[in-house]
C-alpha cells in the first residue's frame, strides 16, 4: 500500500492520504456495519472514551501503537 503522510511544521504526522482503491476496499467493509442498528450516543461516546484513553496508554509507551494495515486487517 502507497501511503502519504501529511505533517505539521514540528514533523508531526497529522493525517494519510491512502490510494482510493484501498480507500473503496475499506469503504465497502465499513458498509458491512451501516447495515446494522445504529449506535446509541451512549455508544458513541464511550467508544470516543475508549479511544482517547488508547491515545493516552500509546503516548505514555504503556501500549504498543497499531499500523494502517493492524487496524484494517482487524475490520
Known amino acids: 500500500m502507497n501511503l502519504q503522510y501529511i505533517s505539521d511544521n514540528r514533523g508531526d ?3 494519510v492520504i ?3 482503491n484501498e480507500w473503496k476496499s ?3 467493509k465499513l458498509n458491512i456495519f ?3 442498528n445504529e449506535p446509541t450516543k451512549e455508544q458513541i461516546l464511550s467508544g470516543i472514551q475508549d479511544a482517547i ?3 493516552k496508554l500509546i503516548r505514555a509507551g504503556k501500549k ?3 499500523t494502517l494495515k493492524e ?3 482487524g475490520l
Open 71 to 73: 487496524f484494517l486487517d
Open 26 to 28: 475499506i469503504a465497502q
Open 13 to 15: 504526522t497529522k493525517a
Open 18 to 20: 491512502i490510494p482510493i
Open 34 to 36: 451501516e447495515t446494522h
Open 53 to 55: 484513553h488508547e491515545m
Open 64 to 66: 504498543k501503537q497499531k
